[in-house]
């Protein structure tokens, strides 16, 4: 393994530990949103239907592998503790994608320093502990090395590596859907590298390109058809209001969280970046960065909406950032190379001085991003749930239906300690409701902070009755006047401080005859191919090892064909990108 690798994966796993163990994601946005959905899966792992939130919706809406291995684990640790081990796990490994997907760009050597440098990198911390988006992260990690097995198989035409290729795609998709739409760029990226830097035509590329493409499509669609079936029955929601939409040019905040926050120290390195992106050999990364960059300024230009069409309204823009900063690393690995060679003509000792401070303003940067929920808080204080959950299980409360008002993403927390369900959750992409879906807010929770965000609850509490919504827990009392205006009750204070509040007149909910039946083909599918796809990946990649350790030649699943000079040649591995 290369050294410098090796210091990056220990640089990770000792800079990452006291962010998780410290918990700061528990005031991340959706890191209690993806401990709910693995919390469904320890409980009933087989069922499509989860009845505790929208009253009721489909986990088919949301691939499951990273929710499945959090599940498994939490059998004997718990939610939160799996939850934090599996994070551990993918953030420590990130180097290691980094470290293979730059070789596909730069050499090992700056492919080495570009894996060091992500260790530390700002907009990883910004997802993992302010965001909360591990599968998001899971996602990248198995798309950067699908990437290299891909880049492996298309200079030398090997089988393992192109069905570990297809595998790692396959992977992808059961942990992320949103990564999927970074996949397409980084294909053609890895496929025009090749073509501009490799030693066979294109058409023997292009070739094995299409192979792979049609396979790993395949895959794709195999391995989670659920989804895509679910997906067929979707029709576009009102658009909710996102800052990465908004013009970061204009938007301060919005430009501080999701540009500042994610690129850090790094945009130093841009102009060199694009400046170095004109030579031949970086032409393909330079593009790929690029087209990630313009994307992740989301409604500064109009990139995503030529590209995505209406649907540019319903993504968010931060995953494009992340995947930008990814494919400026190997940039960085170029520019710590040629700083060590400017550098060592002055003074022996300038480097690791130079490098060593290099390291620690990143580190900074990135801490501060893993931290910036800590130290400006985006979510409302941690409330303590017991009361609620006491008040809930008394009797048959738990019959009806609640709401909660101000706990913010701690909805998802107090859910997975109740059995009793709501029409709000945290997960809008999946709600069925006509009033949430034509509603333009996200959260019910959260209207407060929503720009008109209290008038547009009128619509949806004024069917709340009929959706057997009983109970209000409010935690910010300028929710009062609108549960009083719809004929809500006050009751009393929880010993939290959480006001309850009854709509008194509201019935019993039906029994949801979704929750209980049985769900077929589909849910065993569900719940056994993503974790196979994931073994098998595992397994092949142990296999490659095994076979590149022996020395094993080459096996190709395209046709090729060699000339008399290439045959007379001796074999150079200089051709494969180090």
Do not use: C
């Not at 000792?14 to 401990?35: C, E, F, K, N, T």
């Not at 391995?223 to 079936?229: D, K, L, Q, R, T």
């Not at 031949?280 to 994307?295: D, I, Q, S, W």
């Not at 303003?361 to 749930?385: C, E, K, N, Y």
């Amino acid at each position: 393994m290369n050294r410098r690798l090796r210091l990056a994966l220990a640089l990770a796993m000792a800079a990452q530990w006291p962010l998780i163990a410290g918990a700061v994601y528990r005031m991340s946005y959706d890191a209690h949103v993806h401990m709910f959905f693995a919390d469904h899966y320890r409980r009933n792992w087989w069922s499509l239907w989860e009845p505790r939130w929208y009253g009721g919706f489909s986990v088919a809406s949301y691939p499951p592998l990273a929710h499945q291995l959090i599940a498994l684990l939490a059998f004997p640790l718990g939610i939160e503790l799996a939850w934090a081990v599996v994070l551990w796990l993918v953030l420590a490994s990130m180097p290691g994608g980094v470290y293979a997907f730059s070789r596909i760009f730069v050499g090992s050597r700056a492919a080495g320093y570009a894996a060091i440098a992500s260790a530390v990198l700002p907009s990883v911390y910004l997802a993992a502990h302010t965001f909360g988006q591990l599968p998001t992260l899971a996602g990248l990690l198995a798309a950067l090395w699908g990437l290299a097995a891909l880049n492996a198989y298309l200079h030398r035409g090997r089988l393992i590596d192109f069905v570990l290729a297809v595998a790692l795609m396959a992977v992808v998709a059961a942990t992320h859907h949103a990564t999927l739409l970074f996949v397409p760029f980084g294909v053609l990226a890895v496929g025009a590298q090749a073509a501009l830097t490799g030693g066979h035509t294109w058409r023997r590329y292009l070739l094995r390109l299409a192979l792979f493409s049609l396979a790993a499509l395949a895959a794709i669609v195999a391995v989670i058809w659920p989804f895509w079936e679910w997906g067929l029955g979707q029709a576009m929601q009102t658009p909710i209001d996102h800052p990465t939409r908004h013009n970061l040019l204009s938007d301060v905040s919005a430009q501080g969280l999701f540009f500042w926050a994610i690129y850090g120290p790094l945009v130093l390195i841009v102009p060199w970046a694009v400046r170095m992106s004109l030579r031949r050999k970086r032409l393909a990364l330079g593009m790929l960065f690029a087209v990630m960059f313009t994307l992740g300024l989301g409604g500064t230009t109009p990139l995503p909406g030529w590209l995505f069409g209406s649907g540019w309204a319903w993504l968010t823009y931060d995953r494009f950032a992340l995947w930008a900063s990814v494919a400026l690393v190997p940039f960085v690995g170029l520019a710590a190379i040629a700083a060590q060679r400017a550098l060592q003509r002055l003074a022996s000792h300038a480097w690791p001085v130079a490098h060593g401070a290099a390291l620690m303003v990143l580190a900074i940067a990135a801490f501060i991003s893993a931290l910036l929920a800590t130290l400006v808080p985006m979510q409302p204080a941690s409330l303590d749930m017991q009361p609620i959950v006491a008040f809930l299980s008394e009797g048959d409360r738990a019959q009806w239906r609640y709401l909660t008002f101000g706990f913010g993403d701690q909805l998802a927390r107090l859910s997975m300690l109740t059995e009793a369900t709501t029409i709000d959750g945290s997960y809008h992409t999946a709600r069925e409701l006509p009033e949430l879906r034509a509603s333009g807010i996200g959260q019910i929770d959260t209207a407060y902070w929503l720009p008109g965000g209290l008038q547009a609850l009128d619509p949806i509490l004024a069917r709340a009755r009929e959706r057997g919504v009983r109970w209000g827990f409010v935690n910010r009392r300028i929710y009062g006047r609108v549960l009083a205006r719809h004929g809500w009750v006050r009751l009393i204070t929880l010993p939290n401080g959480v006001d309850v509040w009854e709509n008194p007149d509201a019935p019993r909910p039906p029994p949801d005859v979704r929750a209980v039946r049985e769900n077929g083909l589909d849910g065993v599918w569900w719940g056994t191919l993503p974790l196979a796809a994931l073994a098998t990946t595992v397994g092949l990649a142990a296999v490659r090892q095994h076979l590149v350790r022996s020395g094993f030649g080459r096996i190709s699943v395209a046709p090729k064909q060699k000339s008399a000079a290439s045959l007379a040649a001796p074999h150079r591995s200089s051709q494969y990108p180090r």
